[in-house]
């Protein structure tokens, strides 16, 4: 029995070139003008701070932790001072009308649905939480952030290990076996697994190129779209 969701964003909820060819731009292209700005604003400075302790450079001016978030970027790091710092520069596009989330209509379509029908629904992405947000509140099919009961990012932990999985296990408080979660990553659908939880692979033609036939023979239910699950049929 499924008693909770939680899902991945990008390439489950969403399409993967949105946030590659529209998100990470714009990120690179404001973010280095924001910092310089903003960088002495203790929720910014905190995370300057990080990037110099990741890198072992404590001394390193603003100019240099720049040039780290903006290698970052180039190479898609899932670190969690580049992902707060990018959520803060995402907020003005949203906000400025520069863009909308994409969100695949099947998943706006079930989400709203499984909310309908009392199921708690939670977001667990690289990207932090308050970029999360700003994802679902400004998307394409509309504000989506009421069907949402919580979300969790790296913070929690890394998203391809088991522990990560088992707290938040802990903080939804069901047992794992009545969660269900979606990405289109084996290798976090791996690490849920382990965890006990349930899990679907999300094989979208537009974003993973390998054969749903194929990825179905796993150990992981796979389907091309939210139409395709099942929840307590």
Not at 5 to 23: N, Q, R, Y
């Amino acid at each position: 029995m499924v008693r909770a969701i939680l899902t991945d964003i990008e390439g489950t909820t969403s399409s993967i070139s949105f946030v590659k060819e529209v998100l990470f731009p714009y990120a690179a292209h404001y973010l280095p003008a924001y910092v310089r700005e903003h960088a002495d604003e203790p929720v910014v400075a905190e995370q300057l701070q990080a990037v110099r302790v990741a890198i072992k450079e404590p001394e390193a001016d603003t100019d240099r932790v720049i040039a780290v978030l903006l290698n970052w970027i180039r190479e898609d790091r899932k670190a969690t001072p580049l992902k707060t710092l990018q959520g803060m520069v995402w907020k003005h596009g949203y906000q400025s009308g520069a863009y909308q989330a994409h969100v695949y209509p099947d998943a706006a379509q079930k989400l709203r649905e499984w909310h309908a029908q009392g199921l708690p629904i939670y977001i667990y992405s690289s990207g932090s939480i308050a970029a999360q947000k700003l994802f679902f509140k400004y998307s394409g099919a509309g504000d989506l952030t009421p069907l949402f009961s919580g979300y969790f990012d790296t913070t929690t932990g890394p998203k391809q290990e088991q522990a990560s999985y088992a707290a938040i296990v802990q903080a939804i408080g069901l047992p794992a076996q009545e969660i269900l979660f979606l990405s289109d990553v084996a290798a976090e659908l791996d690490a849920a697994k382990a965890a006990g939880l349930q899990t679907c692979w999300l094989v979208r033609p537009q974003d993973n190129p390998q054969n749903p036939a194929v990825c179905a023979q796993g150990p992981h239910p796979a389907v091309t779209s939210f139409n395709e699950i099942r929840v307590n049929p």
